[in-house]
Nanobody, 115 residues
Framework: QVQVVESGGDLVHPGGSLRLSCAAS????????MGWYRQAPGKQRDLVAR???????NYADSVKGRFTISRDNANDTVYLQMNNLKPEDTAVYYC?????????WGQGTQVTVSS
């Protein structure tokens, strides 16, 4: 019932920046959290950042101080500003949207950090 579309992945050099966007559509009412997981080849999918409808955020320790998650005024699009990117940030980033008892996932967007 909820469609999640993300974009913004790219190839960047170490120290560069990217901004990911994630738009939810369809039955968007009562979405209480949105954010991103990421998965590198051969590794588990880990939570990167999450923002709740009330504005509370949380981040993986590995990205604190470098990544910032935010939302637009309509609360149907969120952004992940990624600064000072490192090669270890290379992964497919998957946006998610949480409703009570229901999680929707985006298709994934590739972020590659390489010199």
């Amino acid at each position: 019932q909820v469609q999640v579309v993300e974009s913004g992945g790219d190839l960047v050099h170490p120290g560069g920046s990217l901004r990911l966007s994630c738009a939810a559509s369809g039955s968007i009412f009562e979405i209480y959290a949105m954010g991103w997981y990421r998965q590198a080849p051969g590794k588990q999918r880990d939570l990167v950042a999450r923002i709740f409808s009330g504005g509370t955020t949380n981040y993986a320790d590995s990205v604190k101080g470098r990544f910032t998650i935010s939302r637009d005024n309509a609360n149907d699009t969120v952004y992940l500003q990624m600064n000072n990117l490192k090669p270890e940030d290379t992964a497919v980033y998957y946006c998610f949207a949480n409703k009570l008892g229901y999680v929707s996932w985006g298709q994934g967007t590739q972020v590659t950090v390489s010199s």
